[in-house]
């Protein structure tokens, strides 16, 4: 890795992820808009032709985001080289499918290892530079999952809502910091998350009428997503720095119709049982 960059006049993005899908679309984005990037994946090399065009903005690193003496190294070497860390985006994921009684132990662990405990774990090495400095951004990359849910679908939505929680709390804590939190909200997307890597649980027939129509809607939808992730690495950008930033994107079509319609059905229930849910105090 080459010496320090004292360049401040672009922001610097840490992605982990960065291989393929949102990361890359990120890395591309950044690049495009004169920023600077320490991208890291457990394989960073494919990402090599996209740093030999703009070598005084990318720099790669191999980086596996469950070890966490490898996230304090990375965390450490961007710092070295770019001197600050502006964007954190925790994006390292994978899709998982199987119905509850499908996932093994060992499987929901690892779903959770990766898109919760990672994430916040890459948060907090990060956090201690953004309070002294005052400044900086957290992009948590969860998905339209991180509100909904869907047969077969629990390990990853559950990874997903964990995630949101815990980013919703730290927005309160980190905002009067001068940081802030944005938690992406992704719909379907040609991203490679339903191709080769998908983690399909072993089926059981119990539920093929459930999970298993999602099975047939995975292989179905596969390279066919409406959504663009070039366009989704834009939107994510403009949004970064902004004066009055949401605390949440949504992205796609799909995602809005889906939040909206759990929220829908959550003020339903809600509604519906209000009377019950009061006569629970204490009277006064």
Known sequence: MSTST????????????????FGRALVEAAIARGDRVFATARRPEVLAELAAKAPAQVRLAALDVTRPEQVRAAVAAALAQFGQIDVLVNNAGFSILGAVEETSEEELRATMELMFFAAVATTKEVLP????????TIVQI??????????????????????????ESLAAEVGPL??????????????GLFGAA?????????????????????TDTNERQAGDPARAARAIAAMVGRADPPL????????????????????????????VARAT???A
């Open 281 to 283: 105090d204490f009277e």
């Open 178 to 191: 001068g940081i802030q939190v944005l938690v992406v909200e992704p719909g379907a997307f040609r991203t």
């Open 198 to 218: 998908f983690r399909h649980m072993p089926a059981m027939e119990a539920y093929a009428p459930t999970v298993g129509a999602m099975r047939a809607w995975v």
């Open 6 to 21: 004292s360049d401040t006049s672009s922001r610097v993005w840490f992605i982990t992820g960065s291989s393929s899908g």
């Open 129 to 136: 530079h953004m309070r002294g400095r005052r400044s900086g």
């Open 142 to 167: 969860t998905s339209v999952g991180g509100i909904t849910t869907a047969p077969g679908f629990g390990a990853y939505c559950a990874a997903k809502h964990a995630l949101e929680a815990v980013s």
């Open 248 to 275: 949440r994107l949504p992205l796609g079509g799909d995602a809005i119709d889906g939040i909206r319609g759990k929220l829908a059905r959550i003020a339903g229930d809600v509604d519906a049982v209000e009377s």
